[in-house]
Nanobody
Framework: QLQLVESGGGLVQPGGSLRLSCVVS????????IGWFRQAPGKEREGVAC????????NYANSAKGRFTVSRDSAKNTMYLQMDGLTPEDTAIYYC???????????????????WGQGTQVTVSS
């Protein structure tokens, strides 16, 4: 059974940066495409970024383009979400998720993913 554990969330001031990590266990990470999602209070879960099993192709939500970077280190079975230029609108619980398939046009859709982490809280506030 694949397990995902996020870390790296916290409180940061507007304009600051955070790097989220997601450690995967139970299967080699390079079998899976990975997505990062977030959910703010009272809002639906939205896709932020995703990356293919080989780490060569990515996709980002418009809200994340130019500010967030998704990456993976298969040797460490870990994936990352580097977030720069954070604003209060980025405040949410962030989740990582894994999927055995890859379709770039659909990789920001939460319905594709079978495995989820427990989430890590990101709060952007002065």
């Amino acid at each position: 059974q694949l397990q995902l554990v996020e870390s790296g969330g916290g409180l940061v001031q507007p304009g600051g940066s955070l790097r989220l990590s997601c450690v995967v266990s139970g299967s080699p990470l390079n079998h899976y495409s990975i997505g990062w999602f977030r959910q703010a209070p009272g809002k639906e879960r939205e896709g932020v970024a995703c990356i293919d099993p080989y780490g060569s192709t990515t996709n980002y939500a418009n809200s994340a383009k130019g500010r967030f970077t998704v990456s993976r280190d298969s040797a460490k079975n870990t994936m990352y979400l580097q977030m720069d230029g954070l604003t209060p609108e980025d405040t949410a619980i962030y989740y990582c998720a894994a999927d055995l398939g890859w379709l770039r046009s659909m990789c920001l859709s939460s319905t594709r993913y079978d495995y989820w982490g427990q989430g890590t809280q990101v709060t952007v506030s002065s």
